[in-house]
């Protein structure tokens, strides 16, 4: 699990290349265009970066990135789905550079938003830096994702728990798996030069989630919005760099 320095190189160079696949896909994000257009849109920008996306065909996945709309936690397929005023849109990209991944997912507003889907996104953007402030070498697994669920429960907001962050390395998911709850001082300890993806996933009502007949899309159980901010690090000697910064 503990990479090299050369690995950490390829590591950083492919998070990159996704940090920067989501700044250029920020433009397009409007009332009016359909997920699918923005899944060829990512697909275009990784590819002429010399990389590819580590989404498409992953385990039979259809696309290449994955477009989560209001009450979709996450794994929305592209479609023809068009993006509507004050609709949420969560984007989850992946990137593969020489062999190594690189994972993100961000949350955005299309045009005006409610003021309860604003504070969705806030605090679950908050969450994921919640949950990396604690992160450097000695520290458990655990110690994570109880700084994630802590900040979520006072801000009232559903944890779910059925999908985890993950180690991030010649795999898109590699272990170990890394919860959105937990204990403190319990699980794995976290050692310089592992890297690893964090990534809550927040519903504004229950935590409660069921999977549709597609297969990949995951829905909140009530149906209320859900969020989804994701960054890939690595652990450094006295805490942590971004490796999908912006
Ligand atoms: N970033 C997503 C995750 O870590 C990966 C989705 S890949 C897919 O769960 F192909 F399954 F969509
Ligand atoms: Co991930």
């Known amino acids: 699990m503990i990479k090299s320095s050369e690995e950490i190189e390829l590591l950083k160079i492919a998070g990159q290349i996704v940090g920067d696949t989501h700044n250029y896909l920020k433009q397009f994000i409007k009332p009016g265009i359909t997920t699918k257009e923005l899944d060829k849109l990512a697909y275009d920008y990784i590819i002429s970066r010399d990389a590819t996306p580590s989404f498409l065909n992953y385990e039979g996945y259809p696309a290449s990135i994955c477009t989560s709309v209001n009450e979709e936690v996450v794994h929305g397929i592209p479609s023809d789905r068009v993006l509507q005023e004050g609709d949420i849109i969560s984007?989850?990209?992946?990137?593969?550079?020489?062999?190594?991944?690189?994972?993100?997912?961000?949350?955005?507003?299309?045009?005006?938003?409610?003021?309860?889907?604003?504070?969705?996104?806030?605090?679950?953007?908050?969450?994921?830096?919640?949950?990396?402030?604690?992160?450097?070498?000695?520290?458990?697994?655990?110690?994570?994702?109880?700084?994630?669920?802590?900040?979520?429960?006072?801000?009232?907001?559903?944890?779910?728990?059925?999908?985890?962050?993950?180690?991030?390395?010649?795999?898109?998911?590699?272990?170990?798996?890394?919860?959105?709850?937990?204990?403190?001082?319990?699980?794995?300890?976290?050692?310089?030069?592992?890297?690893?993806?964090?990534?809550?996933?927040?519903?504004?009502?229950?935590?409660?989630i069921y999977i549709l007949d597609d297969d990949w899309t995951i829905i909140t159980a009530d149906d209320k919005p859900s969020a989804h901010f994701e960054h890939t690090i690595v652990v450094t000697k006295d805490g942590y760099e971004i490796l999908t910064k912006r």
């Open 91 to 208: 984007i989850d990209i992946g990137a593969c550079y020489k062999g190594y991944h690189g994972d993100s997912a961000w949350s955005y507003p299309v045009g005006n938003i409610s003021e309860e889907k604003k504070y969705l996104l806030e605090h679950t953007e908050k969450s994921l830096y919640e949950g990396l402030s604690v992160i450097k070498p000695g520290i458990k697994i655990g110690d994570i994702g109880y700084a994630i669920e802590q900040y979520a429960l006072k801000h009232k907001l559903g944890v779910v728990k059925e999908l985890v962050g993950h180690g991030v390395g010649k795999h898109l998911h590699e272990s170990p798996d890394v919860p959105n709850y937990g204990k403190k001082n319990t699980g794995m300890t976290l050692r310089k030069g592992m890297v690893i993806a964090v990534e809550p996933m927040l519903n504004l009502g229950t935590a409660d």
